[in-house]
């Protein structure tokens, strides 16, 4: 009896525990289904804010990406580039040195040098771009001596910037560039402006400059004004060809002398219209490898006037041509070899006078011929910079368009003999800062090439010439 009522009484007092623990528990869970509930409620809230969080962030992007579209493409963009030069200049004059009508020169057998020749050459170049097919470049320069006289003779437009004159600031070029037919085979640039046609393909190297122009500068360094039209054919022919038509015009008829300049044009000779057709072609350009070809022609061309011994005047037409050569590494085993540059060029240029006038001395059609080879190797001093030396040879009537080459002594690749050049262009600070030393000395068999086509080649003035050139210059 005693046992079963303790077993009574023990299974009360655990079934009490038990009712106990579950209320407990169940309290427990009450408490953290609140907490769950709170929790979701606050989760929603956390969310509907990252939602709203999200669509202004998109919003923001919206208008900052309208805003950096319109910063990009609505201003100029400016880039500077200057050099400031030391030049150390000589000229020889020939023995037997004459005029250019024949007779004997007073300065025959005596030499002039400046040792202390500086000058400072700033462009200032301005570019915008509305899309990819359409935008606009340009470059403001000015190019003098230290303590220049502003009272310059008169220059040519072709060349007052590329050649020292005075503190002035030039238009050296301002050229829009249309692309059209971008998903076609061929297709089509065009341009038209004012366009700096000096630094050339093989140019480049003497001037320490990466970038090469689009002419061929063995046959034109010169400014231009003109109009181009480019066919890419790297499609339809060879991996980089092209081909360039350009019209351009070097003298003007206006006579400013006149109420109407613009309607009366000048009838003086000397100021004839003088208008050219350039046609550059890059043949083949595979990175390593880059074969150009250019023909030009220059109508109205100045010459001499037989009848009255006139020069300056329209005399008749020039053709120009050539064919250069570049190989970028030379084998890809050898450092240095893969780091050398060497490059060939050939050209010709045929004067032909009209009837009652004479070009480069002669009344019958004269052919000039030149080559001009060069070679670039690592200097194994410094982290880029580069050796070079270079060969230039021209024949008695050799006259190519070169007139604006940047030269104190005149052109080189105008030369009718030889010319022999070495240069070393140094980085210092990356592409924004670098130097070059370079010594050039012509050897003329013949008359200096310094004018266009109303001297003779066979009346000598120059033995030789030279100059020793230091720059240093900057570019941002």
């Avoid at 910079?385 to 105008?414: L, Q």
């Amino acid at each position: 009896m005693k046992k079963i009522s303790l077993s009574i009484v023990v299974a009360t007092v655990v079934s009490g525990s038990l009712f106990a623990d579950e209320a407990a528990m169940q309290a427990q869970i009450n408490m953290l289904m609140q907490k769950i509930e709170k929790l979701e409620k606050a989760q929603g809230i956390v969310q509907e804010n990252q939602t709203e969080l999200k669509e202004t962030q998109v919003t923001q992007g919206d208008i900052l990406s309208k805003v950096n579209s319109q910063s990009a493409n609505d201003n100029i963009k400016w880039d500077i580039d200057f050099r400031s030069a030391y030049h150390n200049i000589g000229y020889q004059y020939a023995d037997n040195a004459k005029t250019r009508t024949g007779v004997s020169d007073s300065l025959a057998g005596k030499n002039f040098s400046n040792p202390s020749l500086l000058t400072n050459r700033l462009w200032l170049g301005m570019g915008s771009k509305v899309n990819d097919n359409l935008f606009f470049n340009g470059q403001l320069a000015a190019y003098y001596n230290w303590g220049a006289d502003t009272n310059v003779a008169e220059d040519k437009i072709w060349q007052e910037s590329s050649r020292p004159n005075d503190v002035t600031v030039r238009l050296r070029q301002a050229y829009l560039v249309y692309k059209f037919g971008q998903d076609s085979d061929v297709p089509i640039n065009a341009s038209v402006g004012r366009r700096a046609a000096t630094d050339g393909f093989l140019a480049n190297h003497r001037e320490g400059t990466q970038d090469t122009g689009s002419p061929l500068a063995h046959i034109t360094n010169m400014e231009i004004d003109g109009a181009m039209m480019q066919f890419n054919l790297d499609k339809v022919f060879l991996p980089g060809s092209y081909l360039k038509v350009v019209y351009g015009r070097a003298h003007d008829p206006v006579n400013r002398d006149t109420p109407t300049p613009y309607i009366d044009v000048n009838t003086s000779d000397a100021d004839n219209q003088v208008d050219f057709i350039i046609l550059p072609m890059s043949i083949y350009d595979n990175g390593q490898n880059k074969l150009m070809a250019q023909y030009s022609m220059i109508m109205n061309s100045k010459g001499e006037r037989i009848s009255d011994n006139a020069i300056k005047t329209a005399s008749g037409t020039t053709h120009l041509a050539a064919l250069s050569y570049q190989l970028d590494g030379l084998n890809e085993d050898i450092d240095f070899l893969d780091n050398s540059t060497v490059f060939a060029s050939i050209a010709m240029t045929s004067t032909n006078p009209n009837n009652g006038y004479r070009m480069l001395g002669s009344t019958e059609n004269q052919t000039g011929y030149s080559f001009w080879a060069g070679f670039l190797f690592p200097d194994m001093m410094t982290n880029g910079g580069r050796f070079g030396v270079e060969y230039n040879y021209g024949s008695k009537y050799w006259s190519p368009m070169t007139w604006a080459e940047d030269t104190a002594i005149g052109s080189k690749i105008a030369t009718r003999g030889n010319a022999y050049e070495g240069y070393w262009n140094i980085p210092i600070v990356g592409k924004n800062l670098s130097a070059q030393l370079r010594y050039t000395y012509l050897d003329h068999h013949y008359r200096a090439n310094t004018t266009c086509y109303w001297d003779n080649p066979l009346y000598p003035n120059l033995d030789h010439s030279q100059e020793l050139r230091a720059f240093v210059r900057y570019q941002y």
